[in-house]
């Protein structure tokens, strides 16, 4: 099976990040070179542009591929969102000069639009029936109200700097977006297939989850249950060398919750609290 990761750009680096997370180290890789191996021999790794990672799943190069959501629907092919992975996330929007006169979606009826996204950007004018045009360009989107060239644009924006430093307002949200796992149809239901989507999901469910260890009194039992929610509850284990008095207790934990989840441990009389990551979480 042959995954398409983006090559280059902002998606490079997390998506390789990821593999190695999932146990899919790269191998035999120099830069620049187009194909790689991983340490499963089952399994290469196709590098791609960002953009153009649909359309070589689409015709067979790669099984699967990761890259945007916006790419994804912006090559118009047809292809499984089988998970979500959660980073580059972004929002593709209307956007128009602060002190112009489009306020509205309606206001662009008979104007022009610039943007790197001329399929989604033609696409949400035709559903709501204003009639514009589109002018693609390649970069810079945001320049081209100021150049006359566009009276609006279609961009992707996350923080806002860009947008604010352009001195252009958001008029409506297009489109939410972020990396997904994209399969061929005839390939989703395949067990590598799966098995890889799996293997990339518990890096995602593990991400904002930390291991709890610790040593607690046998009769305070009750009371530390009752502090650690969680999955399926802890797991609690005898103390080597004769300490009857105490056990010891694992639990995962919400990442967000553990500053507050180990005060009350504290108080209901848990000590040597551990805290640690987890690399996976197979649910
Ligand atoms: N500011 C942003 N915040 C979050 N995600 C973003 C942002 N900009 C882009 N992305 C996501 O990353 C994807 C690729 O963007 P990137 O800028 O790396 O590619 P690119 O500009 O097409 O690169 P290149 O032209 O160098 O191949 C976008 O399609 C989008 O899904
Ligand atoms: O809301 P912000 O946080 O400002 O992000 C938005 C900007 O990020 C992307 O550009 P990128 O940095 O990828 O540069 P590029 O135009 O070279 O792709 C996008 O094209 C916007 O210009
Ligand atoms: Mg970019």
Known sequence: MRIAVPNKGRLHEPTIDLLERAGLHIENTADRQLYADTVDPEVSVLFARAADIPEYVADGAADVGITGLDQARESGQDLVDLLDLEYGRCRLVLAAPEDGDITEPADVAGRTVATEFP????????RKGI????????????????????DAIVDITSTGTTLQVNRLAIVD???????????RADVADEEKVQQVATAFGSVIAAEDKRYLMMNAPRDAL????????????????DVADGDTEHVAVHA???ERAVFEVIDELKRVGASDILVTEIERLVE
């Open 119 to 126: 399929r989604i950007t033609r696409d949400y004018f035709d």
């Open 222 to 237: 009750d009371d530390v249950k009752a502090v650690l929610p969680g999955m399926g509850g802890p797991t609690v284990m």
């Open 131 to 150: 009639d514009c045009e589109v002018v693609e360009v390649t970069g810079a989107t945001e320049l081209t109200p100021h150049v006359d060239m566009a």
């Open 173 to 183: 949200e297009v489109l939410a977006s972020s990396v997904r796992l994209f399969a």
């Open 252 to 254: 995962v934990v919400d």
